[in-house]
T-cell receptor
Framework: GAVVSQHPSRVICKSGTSVKIECRSLDFQATTMFWYRQFPKQSLMLMAT?????????EQGVEKDKFLINHASLTLSTLTVTSAHPEDSSFYIC??????????FGPGTRLLVL | ELKVEQNPLFLSMQEGKNYTIYCNYS?????LYWYRQDPGKSLESLFV?????AVKQEGRLMASLDTKARLSTLHITAAVHDLSATYFC?????????????FGKGTHLIIQP
């Protein structure tokens, strides 16, 4: 089956620093990748859609200068949280879609900003 | 704005019983997904429903889609403890250059022996 990995699985950083999260599709090419955020005991909220070789499309209310997305290849997308603050602490989950309609989700990255 | 409502949000049931989770959505869509999430984990894809009247079954779970009513159901038959998890429905949409999923709030399911 389709496998999506994320790295790191958890990260703790100081307020004001930047954190990069990688999302990789391991056994298929993902023309589109998605980034979601999930707060404790809440649902997933789509942050942005990432297409290989083009700029990401951000959802309303998501700051594109704060959450930098790069989709450099058909198997890799990165999310960089710039100048992180405690309110950015969350569970960040990526998903990848290949040829079909199914989105395959990564294991998630738990970010804690102190 | 696309809205997805699930109910119930919390469900405690006994093993061996049947129950249904409902997912209503507000605008036209032809892609409906069901996912399972265990505590602290990511999402596991259960079903993808792409057409009106679609019905899919896997083990004790069965999902259906009625696009005219904008309703999907996830039916659990003879529940077992291992099915305890949070279940999300999500609706696909396209527009404005974005192409993502809008999730319901999830149904936290506890199955007791």
């Amino acid at each position: 089956g389709a496998v999506v990995s994320q790295h790191p699985s958890r990260v703790i950083c100081k307020s004001g620093t930047s954190v990069k999260i990688e999302c990789r599709s391991l056994d298929f090419q993902a023309t589109t990748m998605f980034w979601y955020r999930q707060f404790p005991k809440q649902s997933l909220m789509l942050m942005a859609t990432s297409n290989e070789g083009s700029k990401a499309t951000y959802e309303q209310g998501v700051e594109k200068d704060k959450f930098l997305i790069n989709h450099a290849s058909l198997t890799l997308s990165t999310l960089t949280v710039t100048s992180a603050h405690p309110e950015d602490s969350s569970f960040y989950i990526c998903s990848a879609r290949g040829q079909g309609e199914t989105q395959y989700f990564g294991p998630g990255t738990r970010l804690l900003v102190l | 704005e696309l809205k997805v409502e699930q109910n119930p949000l919390f469900l405690s049931m006994q093993e061996g019983k049947n129950y249904t989770i409902y997912c209503n959505y507000s605008t036209t869509s032809d892609r409906l997904y069901w996912y399972r999430q265990d505590p602290g984990k990511s999402l596991e894809s259960l079903f993808v429903l792409l057409s009106n009247g679609a019905v899919k079954q896997e083990g004790r779970l069965m999902a259906s889609l009625d696009t005219k009513a904008r309703l999907s159901t996830l039916h659990i038959t003879a529940a077992v403890h291992d099915l305890s998890a949070t279940y999300f429905c999500a609706v696909g949409y396209s527009g404005g250059g974005a192409d993502g999923l809008t999730f319901g709030k999830g149904t936290h399911l506890i199955i007791q022996p």
